[in-house]
């Protein structure tokens, strides 16, 4: 750790304490992330789902994880640096956010998902706080709760923040999917949109309260496991009608409320996956970049090692990202020709839908 600069703490999350650092040899500002438990052996600590998942992504709007290192038993992530999260933008903020801005934010955002998901990933605990952002450019980040779509139901530990859990989620559902990010996004668009939570459940009851006064109580034939699920666990849903969320969303345009809507929708198999978010109209303005297109980037080959033996790597152990071939990512704003059609047509985007649908039948 001698190789950085620790200039100020810039978070403190449920895990660990986060700092802005400057690597002397390089210049390079970053963010070191400090765990607070104590980590007493390098498997544990390459065993972490925040390693194994991050280690794994390489995308534009995706943080990257330069580098772990463990020290004297603490663990710490090194991550590239960004600015300020999206909770800070949006706190104390007089006046609305441009429509082209939420859009053009949660048009990378939807971008990162679905590498990520297309990975084999979810995220399981999207939040403002958690999307960075540093000028023009957002990424996801905290993939502490991070789930391999394939692991093993149940999931029973904790799960997301309250006000953008997902109903199945609240429901104590054993099975659940990358359906559960879509939701969270539903709910954090609506609030870049209003710069109000939309469903801000002091309880885990009252956020299943919350969510039917705006969505209106879901019917059985709406959502008939919703109804199983609530049955499981002697729930009974409020009957409330809910209202119109283009009432709630003045501002916003038909699009912006379309998407929304169908993000928002209680049956996560109805929830449109981030492939197709992508294609929806409230984006059309938007340059989508094919991964064909952009820079191939190197997957983690090589499994963190062991510190060689000597005296002072006996008591640390690194794993770097830059001992790997990674060519710098492309940006996924180039001035490409968009290859989409215009409205209406249905368009094409070169990814790999067998994990959305995977993500999909898990929940089923
Ligand atoms: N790469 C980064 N650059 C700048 N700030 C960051 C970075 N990563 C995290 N932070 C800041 O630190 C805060 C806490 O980070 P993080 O969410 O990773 O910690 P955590 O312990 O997992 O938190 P949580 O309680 O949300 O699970 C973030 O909300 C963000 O403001």
Same mark, same amino acid.
């Given at each position: 750790?001698? /190789?950085?600069? &620790?200039?100020?703490? &810039? *978070? $403190?999350?449920? %895990?660990?304490? +986060?700092?802005?650092?400057?690597?002397?040899?390089?210049?390079? +500002? +970053?963010?070191?992330?400090?765990?607070?438990?104590?980590? @007493?052996?390098?498997?544990?600590?390459?065993?972490?789902?925040?390693?194994?998942?991050?280690?794994?992504m390489s995308h534009p709007n995706i943080v990257k994880l330069k580098e772990v290192i463990r020290e004297n038993d603490i663990l710490y992530f090194v991550f590239e640096y960004m600015e300020c999260n999206l909770y800070h933008l949006m706190k104390d903020r007089p006046k609305l956010f441009l429509e082209s801005e939420v859009r053009n934010w949660c048009f990378q955002i939807f971008q990162g998902l679905a590498n990520m998901h297309q990975r084999g990933y979810f995220h399981r605990d999207l939040k403002p706080e958690n999307l960075l952002v540093s000028k023009d450019t957002i990424k996801i980040a905290d993939f502490g709760l991070a789930r391999e779509i394939n692991s093993k #139901?149940? @999931?029973t530990e904790y799960v997301s923040t309250r006000w953008y859990r997902a109903p199945e989620v609240l429901l104590q559902s054993p099975i659940y999917g990358p359906a559960v990010d879509m939701w969270a996004m539903g709910a954090i668009m609506a609030e870049l949109l209003?710069?109000?939570?939309?469903?801000? *459940?002091?309880?885990?009851?009252?956020?299943? @309260?919350?969510?039917?006064? &705006?969505?209106?109580?879901?019917?059985? =034939?709406?959502?008939?496991?919703?109804?199983?699920?609530?049955?499981?666990?002697? @729930?009974? %849903?409020?009957?409330?009608?809910?209202?119109n969320l283009s009432v709630l969303l003045p501002s916003a345009s038909e699009d912006a409320v379309n998407l929304i809507t169908s993000?928002?929708?209680?049956?996560?198999?109805?929830? !449109?996956?981030? +492939?197709?978010?992508?294609?929806? /109209?409230?984006?059309?303005?938007? %340059?989508?970049?094919? !991964?064909?297109?952009? =820079?191939?980037?190197?997957?983690?080959?090589?499994? !963190?090692?062991?510190?060689?033996? *000597?005296?002072?790597?006996?008591?640390? $152990?690194?794993?770097?990202?830059?001992?790997?071939?990674?060519?710098?990512?492309? =940006? $996924?704003?180039? #001035?490409?020709?968009?290859? %989409?059609?215009?409205?209406?047509?249905q368009r094409k985007l070169q990814m790999n839908y067998q994990v959305c649908c995977l993500g999909k039948l898990l929940i089923r």
């Open positions: 750790m001698e /190789r950085y600069k &620790v200039i100020k703490e &810039v *978070g $403190n999350g449920t %895990f660990g304490s +986060v700092w802005r650092a400057l690597n002397k040899q390089s210049g390079e +500002v +970053v963010a070191i992330k400090k765990m607070k438990k104590k980590y @007493y052996s390098w498997e544990e600590c390459i065993n972490l789902r925040e390693v194994k998942s991050l280690r794994k #139901p149940p @999931y209003t710069l109000r939570p939309l469903f801000p *459940g002091s309880s885990e009851a009252d956020e299943i @309260y919350k969510i039917c006064s &705006v969505i209106g109580t879901p019917s059985k =034939s709406e959502w008939a496991h919703g109804h199983e699920l609530a049955g499981t666990i002697n @729930y009974q %849903f409020p009957q409330i009608p809910g209202v993000l928002c929708s209680w049956d996560p198999c109805k929830r !449109p996956t981030a +492939v197709e978010v992508l294609q929806h /109209r409230f984006f059309q303005s938007c %340059f989508y970049v094919p !991964p064909s297109l952009r =820079s191939k980037t190197a997957v983690a080959r090589t499994p !963190p090692s062991a510190g060689t033996k *000597g005296s002072s790597e006996q008591k640390t $152990n690194r794993w770097s990202s830059s001992t790997l071939t990674n060519p710098k990512p492309s =940006s $996924n704003f180039s #001035p490409i020709k968009s290859q %989409f059609s215009p409205a209406g047509v």
